[in-house]
């Protein structure tokens, strides 16, 4: 929304998320991609049709994802709590597809859908959103594609270093990345190799070893999702005997050197809290291996 426009719903927006949203912010682009999947409704729509007002939640985080829903009309913003904080994770509009993919999946909903203007919503089951797919499988494609990437933006929206970067700038980033995953027990820096590229935990859990020739493999830590790898690495700050390894199955969400440069680069606020951040992680990592070799004496 243009401040300059509608000033009294851009500072509500501001206050509620840190941030205003800004036309060439918009993405995904106002569209009607998926409003053909209404004809699984046929004339029955009015009967499922659900009405929200301004202000209210269609569903919060941590709810049952048992339901996905087609925006008709109005626009929408998700929220998710990063450290005590709220941040947008998203924002959809008219056409756009709201909730957690739902086809052979149970889970919640990872983030809070907020209604920023009156928004009329048509529920989907499992079986609907089979059903209106089976008549549409063009749309089943695209929503493959929005589904892995939109949960790549929140994945970067938890993250509080990049949690108020504006909303282009992080479906950018998503599209730039990609995914690896470690089975339990891989290795995924050995000591004295360098990771080459910076990395996000999406899930699962990494040990930390200080390693070195003949000497017995020192414990150090640990790292989880939303733990952040190889800025050290890119900051010249890597312990090189230091070891990472898969405690479980791990997936990691992967970005090039560059395009962490480059984002630091038109954000000196993102530079500063990367920065901040690979120092106290290699002067933690430094005083465990001290301390762990103290107590060993």
Known sequence: ???????????????????????????????????????????????????????????????????????????????????????????????????????????????TAVATKDVVVLPFTEKLLRKAFDNHPDLEIQFAKDVMLRSRVELLSLVASLSRLPMGMRFLLAKRSWDVTYQAGDIVKSAHKNLPYVSFVLSGVLHLYDEHEDEKPLYCGRMTTRDILGLNTLMHQEVKSLVIKAETDCKILCLSFRDIEDLMDLHPRVRKELTDAALAFSEQITRTILLQKKLDT
């Open 1 to 111: 929304m243009l401040k300059q426009e509608n000033p009294a719903e851009a500072g509500l927006v501001a206050e509620r998320f840190g941030q205003e949203i800004t036309v060439d912010e918009k993405y995904p682009p106002v569209s009607q991609i998926y409003t053909p999947l209404q004809d699984v409704f046929k004339k029955s729509s009015k009967k499922y049709v659900i009405s929200i007002a301004k202000g209210d939640v269609l569903f919060s985080m941590g709810d049952a994802a048992d339901l996905i829903y087609l925006v008709v009309e109005g626009e929408m913003a998700l929220s998710a709590e990063v450290d005590g904080n709220y941040a947008l994770v998203n924002y959809l509009y008219a056409g756009c597809l709201v909730g957690k993919d739902i086809r052979n999946k149970v889970g919640v909903y990872k983030a």
